[in-house]
């Protein structure tokens, strides 16, 4: 994959959207979400608005449950904002148009008829059904809610920590993808109450501020770009890894699975010695 | 999946076999592995000399790798011992024989023909080659080796703490799983270097003493059980897993994937409870 990435050409990223990208700011570091507008909208429409209200400012991650998900809400409701309370209709799903890219893995998936990836998200299709829908693979980030599908606000976000939980794929919105940072999340002490929850507020786990990308001082932000997965170096990077040839490898699998493909990440500063010509 | 192990009965769990068992104790507390002999006998005969050699004792946890693996060695051989250089032949496949247990999932795999449980281990067979392994599913415990397929020792031992890394199935000697403690590893700060290993020895990432159970007072043993993998009780846990029938679920999937199928674990305590009558 190293080899792939490192004669990738620059047209082969793109720089993530600063009105879709999310800064959240640990005691550890930062996280840096990009959000799923596409999949998404009315979730994500309703946590940048959570976000430019302070919302989750102060909040705290009140659950990290070992090979599944760390989450973050104010559970007892204590610090309403105007859009805390608005719960959003169940975007789990989206009709599947012409327009919206898809590049197909070619070895098939255990839940879905189809499965790849779309705008630099792994996602997943039925034709037949004319459906299409984001895939909770390692870093997704999603939406909580109650039992009523409609009841999810973006008040309560997930972040995946473990194997891929696929059977929570079409049951919630899913509304991002952590693109830097994920570590600081999935080494959090696990929360010892049932399905993890803290039975105590855990010192390392509050959110401090966050902020959307494009409200940060040009100065102050953080140049990701993500590799685009419509192109052929993805294509390579993802035969890269069906085939891994380093001479290490006794056995090959001349197979991938969804969730074991990298989308891979860079800081756009990284871009200038790799265009160089050699 | 709790409402089906209410109802098990005490067949349906098999204690730990002490001779089979290691307890590995960092300074956060003990991972319980469980050893598979019928998959790597000869990397498990040497796992259990190095113990016995007290080789681990006071080695550290050198590398983790978010989403992928945590891995203790003695990386520059300074505390050789009689059996640490004693390199074991490839056991990254085995025979299928008519005698060693299979329980197949129903519902496919990306990377095998067959995929189920054998003996309380997630595993996969290729009838048409006579072969079965090992998976690469969270918790699984494997041996470390160089470039050459016969070079593993047992003396560097790595556990998946993150989403399957199924490409490394018939690569690896998988030796066990962790029955009990994984988020001790999980849960370590992750290493900064490539690869995730460590720059530096980290404080919490000794491993202080590694026993066999067999050599632990019968008072101080953990009397864990393990569900069996061949029951009717296995089965109605594997049909939970694929229909979630809690009303929260707004699509059930019908499928599982074999690494999403949790292979319980218990106290041998809470037995008494579960078999009472109502």
Redesign the interface.
Known sequence: MSEVLAVSKPGDWRATDPQNTLYVDLPAGRVVIELAPAFAPLHVENIKRLVREGYYDGLRIIR?Q??YVAQWADPDNRHPTASSGKSMP?E?ERPLTANIPFSMLP?????APEVGFSGGLPAARDAKHGLMWLAH???MVGVGRD?N?GSGSGAEIYVVI??????L???VALVGRVLRG??LL?????GTAAMGFYEKPQQPAAIMKVRLEADVAAAEREDLEVIRTDTQTFAALIES?RN?WD?????R?D???L??VPIAVRTAAAKAPSSKAP
């Open positions: 990290v070992d090979n169940p789990f070895d098939g998936d255990v839940y693979c390692y870093g039992v599908p473990g194997h891929s939980p696929r059977h794929d079409r049951n994920i570590e999935s080494s959090l002490p696990r890894r891994r001479s290490w490898f006794a056995y699998a197979r991938v699975e969730c074991n």
